[in-house]
């Protein structure tokens, strides 16, 4: 019997019953539609908190003066599988620096690690660049309009990034392509990959008078001055420019403080050790790891803290609806298989027969699966356009009553139109499964068995 044949012999015993295949169909577009609309909004409520996350933290960070870590602490830190870096940043206290060196900075420093640009030159090639202080530092600021001068001051900071490693997080790359619409963010170069080098942000560059290709950047070695009363104080010499940071990168939360110039090494003379940062893959694990830890040495970002509420929210709000729409499908599925019960149980006697004439019992289940099968075609067919017309109904309820943010897109649809489908083949199959085990234990001798 070919496959052609068993889909007509299929259709022709559905025919036979068509009240209870009605009723079959009915229960397998309740089904389904339960699936599609718990499955959209679902979709839609937890795409909503994915977006306000990777829109606006990328703090999943704790910090700590590295001074008070043992060598044994970052051991058992690095070791911790939720942790998914260790980023240690030094940085040049400038103004200490100076009054070190009983030198004074001719422009007035802003606090104890900040001087203005106009204390700052650059050299390139022998060629000197004059820091200027435009005042158009924006970066961490909340409402750069109403920022007053001295906050929009040019912040001249160098930060020094132990082993040469950036340790870009994961989350830190979402934010920023969510915000920006980039994928890298270097805009030329790339991480360090010796010592002497540095990398600095097209802002920096920019304060310096340098507007250039940034590709012919990369390579050139410079030099970092303070101009100081009694003359300019070399901090960096001879470094080479490995990368550009695209100064946007600067402005996702967790960023916002870094310097934007980065050695990957110096002379530890000039540096004191600022902060240390460990970041996970999850707000709720790095939370975890800071209440596992030495909280009184370790401090946690606030939005760490708080976005890891949201995903705990995230995280009920799904098992809830997944409590609720479990236990509405159990009990709709057990309604429809006892119709599928006394729908399959009608011909067993017919069945018998065509086990007596030969039929194997792969073509039986085939028979039983294609049956089934039509019915779920027919009920995707129906529920599918009714499931959207009734989304689109629901859509503009919320709309009215909450907001445009729990939506069901039209992407989400189909994404739960697919959950809705894959469930009724799922289904389909396992009942065909267990009719089919039934089947065989019928014979024409013991069919009243089963009558």
Do not use: H, W
């Amino acid at each position: 019997m070919k496959i052609i044949d068993i889909i007509r012999l299929a259709a022709k015993n559905i025919s036979g019953s068509l009240k209870m295949v009605v009723s079959i169909i009915l229960g397998f577009i309740i089904i389904m539609g339960i699936v599609m609309v718990s499955s959209g909004y679902g979709i839609a409520v937890n795409n909503y908190i994915v977006d306000i996350i990777n829109n606006n933290s990328s703090g999943a960070y704790c910090y700590s003066m590295f001074q008070r870590f043992t060598e044994s602490d970052m051991e058992r830190y690095k070791g911790d599988s939720k942790v998914e870096g260790i980023q240690v940043l030094k940085k040049f206290d400038v103004y200490k620096l100076c009054e070190d060196n009983d030198k004074k900075i001719a422009a007035s420093p802003l606090a104890n690690d900040e001087v203005s640009f106009d204390a700052a030159i650059l050299k390139i090639d022998e060629q000197t660049y004059k820091g200027k202080n435009d005042f158009t530092y924006d970066f961490g600021l909340d409402n750069p309009v109403s920022a007053t001068r001295t906050e929009k001051i040019v912040k001249y900071r160098i930060g020094v990034m132990e082993e040469g490693n950036l340790q870009i997080a994961e989350k830190e790359l979402s934010e920023y392509r969510n915000k920006y619409n980039k994928t890298r963010p270097f805009l030329a170069g790339g991480e360090f990959t010796g010592e002497n080098q540095v990398i600095l942000t097209d802002y920096m560059l920019e304060k310096y008078g340098i507007n250039a290709d940034f590709k012919s950047c990369i390579g050139k070695k410079i030099s970092l001055y303070i101009n100081t009363e009694d003359g300019e104080f070399c901090i960096v010499e001879n470094y080479e420019i490995c990368g550009i940071f695209d100064s946007d990168f600067y402005r996702i939360n967790s960023r916002t403080d870094t310097p934007q110039i980065l050695l990957s090494n110096a002379n530890p003379e000039y540096c004191n050790i600022f902060y240390e940062r460990v970041f996970g893959n999850s707000f709720r694990e790095i939370t975890e790891f800071y209440n596992n830890n030495d909280s009184d040495a370790i401090y946690i970002d606030e939005k760490t803290m708080e976005y890891a509420e949201v995903e705990a929210q995230q995280v009920l709000f799904n098992e809830i609806v997944l409590v609720i729409c479990f236990i509405v499908v159990i009990a709709v599925v057990a309604f429809v298989y006892i119709i599928i019960y006394f729908y399959f149980k009608k011909r067993t006697r017919y069945v018998c027969i065509q086990r007596a004439m030969g039929l194997g019992a792969g073509k039986i289940y085939l028979i039983i699966f294609s049956e089934l099968l039509i019915m779920g075609v027919s009920a995707v067919i129906t529920a599918v356009p009714l499931c959207y017309g009734m989304i689109l109904k629901l859509n503009d309820v919320i709309r009215m009553a909450v907001s445009d943010s729990f939506l069901v897109l039209k992407n989400d649809f189909i994404m739960a139109s697919g959950i809705a489908i894959f469930f009724m083949l799922f289904m389909i199959t396992i009942i065909s499964v267990i009719e089919y085990r039934k089947t065989k234990q019928y014979t024409v001798v013991n069919r009243d068995r089963f009558v």
